[in-house]
């Protein structure tokens, strides 16, 4: 059954695993961590939570706060059952790389040698900003994410300073290596 899971209820079963109970805290949690390697939308929330009750997998129930209406949601067993299903099967990985910046290089033909200099310097500004960002979590994710039992978060951080160092240094060696008229390699006759 997990396999018939879109990312996105994925991403919802698991936080709400982790805690997350709303909608908003859905998309609060993923917004301050996994959105930058698997995102989700409100717009893409709320349908799946719907679905997702359909199917059996979780459980709403109203929940006002104030004048506000509200519901939140937690798994049933069967939804724990699911996503134990999904974590666990070791066949059903999907690699998705969504980078701006390497579709630009891509395309980099269709622009000016100085074109692809700027955005290459545009990349490495980009990694410097995210590399800010992710050090300014670091601390938050080594005492847990929504609770503080809740460490391997940290290690995903991790894996995404250590990728981001890596673009970052990769950019400045080709930036480097294109300004030094060494690459893009000339075409075979």
Known sequence: MSSHLSPTARV???????????????????????????????????????????RGLVKARPDPRGGLKRTSYQLTKTGESTLHDWLTDSDSYTFELRDEGLLRLFFGDLLTRDEVLENLHARIEFCDFVLDRFRELEPEARTGFMEEDQLYPHLALSYGIELMEFMRTWCERTLAQIDAGELPPSPVP
């Open 12 to 54: 919802i079963l698991g936080m709400l695993r982790l805690g997350a109970e709303t909608g908003y805290e859905i998309k609060r949690a993923i917004d301050l961590s996994t959105r930058f390697f698997w995102s989700a939308s409100f717009g893409q929330i709320y349908p799946e939570l719907r679905r997702l009750e359909e």
